[in-house]
């Protein structure tokens, strides 16, 4: 068994840079805007979009847009439809949307399909330049009205943090309209793809001092994707064992409580020092995900028998389904179907991991199992947090099959070990 996980687990540390290679033609596009090199862009294009743009037509290009629209500001990742892809850059005076026409992981078309003068600095209220930030993603535009509490609390991580939220629950935001103002509040509605947003903005002497989201928590069918995927998963582990271990699936869930409280504060040191690589944050933000999760995970099923155990996980991942659900009822917007594949994929890969760091304590290698399951979990994260920020189907596939062929191999080797386990009377936590 163990000779197997670490076979596996070889494998996949020796492919993971070749799946971190995915969806970047559209990420070396923003480089390459970014910082001016050529470089970055050139490999990731066709042999006919080398030609048809060549590193002179780029400088060119790039050269007029900073000229009329001023210095390079940031850069989003606005969406996909098939083959293309979407990329918003953000200048000092105005967003400049690209179409990107991806054909085997290369571009092979380059348009300019919208410029939005949204960035009238000069005429810009405090008020407005909130929501313009908001909807470009560029957070210089509201920091220079911050308040200086504003501005210890509301950091650019921060900011970066709730317009990804807003994004991924609610789709691309798309605009924004003024609604009222009472007293020193200012209400708007910021128009998103699946669902509008009702937001305040406070503005007390010319500066801004506080932007909050007015938020309802509304249940619908589509929101409980997660919640049924992660039942199934479960009734199905209850239907095999004839049997549901509801201390061991509780703690599981409580574990996942501490784990966030733990790792979230942690994951987000890299955006409140300024760091900008996009492969140290992916990295970083899986990493303290897969140490903490699995180190607690560890802790308390490694004395447990293995139904124990297991159910410890299921618990975990159970809880997790439930997460999901709050999130989505809480921004409103709908889970996709897929959430119920991943819910239900991701709860029998935590409920075989409690089982394998049971098994392998007793068997006298708890620690390598331990070293293991945290490597596959890093790159299952690494890849979701990636995919978070360029989303692609492939890369999603990717995660789902290293997660899924995981938690077959564990379950298949110590189910029914796990089943056939003999129990001792003992007093439940």
Known sequence: ?????????????????????????????IKSMETGEYSYLQPYLTSQMQSAFPEPKFVELRKALIGKYGAFANATYSGSEGNVEYVKINFEKASVLFKLVIENQKIAGLW??????????????????????????NYS?????????????????????????IIRYNGQIQGYSFEKRVGTVYYYKLLCEKKDIEVTVTVENGMITGFHMNLSFGLSFQSLYPFFGALLALILL??????????????GMIILLIALGVQTPIQSIPRVIGTKSLAFLVLWVGLIAAVVQESLKYYFSRNKNLKEALYIGAGFGFAEGLLAVGMVAVFGGSASPISFLERFIVLFFHASTTLLFAYAYKEGWGMRAFGVMTLIH?????????????????????IYIITGLTSAVVLFTLVKKAKNEVEEAKVVW
């Open 1 to 29: 068994m163990k000779y197997a996980l670490f076979l596996f687990t070889a494998l996949l540390v020796l492919t993971f840079p070749l799946i971190c290679a995915q969806t970047t033609a559209s990420s070396a596009f």
């Open 112 to 137: 300019i399909v919208k410029v939005s003068q949204t960035h009238r600095e000069s005429n810009l209220t405090p008020q407005e330049a909130m929501m313009e930030a908001i909807v470009t993603g």
């Open 141 to 165: 535009l509201a920091e220079r009205y911050f308040s200086p509490l504003m501005k210890r609390v509301f950091t650019q991580a921060l900011f970066e943090k709730t317009r990804n939220m």
């Open 238 to 251: 209850g239907a095999y064992f004839r049997k549901v271990k509801f201390a061991e699936l509780i703690l």
């Open 378 to 398: 890093w790159i299952i994260d690494s890849l979701t947090a990636y995919w978070n920020i360029h989303p692609s189907t492939g890369l999603l596939a990717t």
